[in-house]
């Protein structure tokens, strides 16, 4: 499965951006799917999950309030919204999919190549 991430940009703190991650083929609503993000010097971290159904989120407390996973399956892809957006956001964002629902970075196979968010003070 290969994903094909857009939405990345430039913006400045407290505006607004929605990532997606398409991934053509069939198999696209059998997986969970997460966001993770790295930023310069930083390891990568994660940002929030979605259950193949769409029905189980799961976000870090960082982005909680401000980001929503979205997903769907009839377009074979996944959302994610970023409101209130600050600096400390900034990063290359990364969807992934696993099997199951998790958090942990290490359960999910499949990786897009990543798209860039800088958020400006």
């Known amino acids: 499965v290969q994903f094909v991430e857009s939405g990345g940009g430039s913006v400045q703190a407290g505006g607004s951006l929605r990532l997606s991650c398409a991934a053509p083929?069939?198999?696209?609503?059998?997986?969970?799917m997460g966001w993770f993000r790295q930023a310069p010097g930083k390891e990568r971290e994660f940002v929030a999950a979605?259950?193949?159904?769409?029905?189980?989120?799961y976000h870090a407390d960082s982005v909680k309030g401000r980001f929503t996973i979205s997903r769907d399956n009839a377009k074979n892809t996944a959302y994610l919204q970023m409101n209130s957006l600050k600096p400390e956001d900034t990063a290359i964002y990364y969807c992934?999919?696993?099997?199951?629902?998790?958090?942990?970075?290490?359960?999910?196979?499949?990786w897009g190549q990543g798209t860039q968010v800088t958020v400006s003070s």
């Open positions: 083929g069939r198999t696209f609503s059998s997986y969970a």
């Open positions: 992934a999919a696993a099997v199951t629902l998790t958090p942990s970075q290490n359960e999910y196979d499949y």
């Open positions: 979605i259950s193949w159904s769409g029905r189980s989120t």
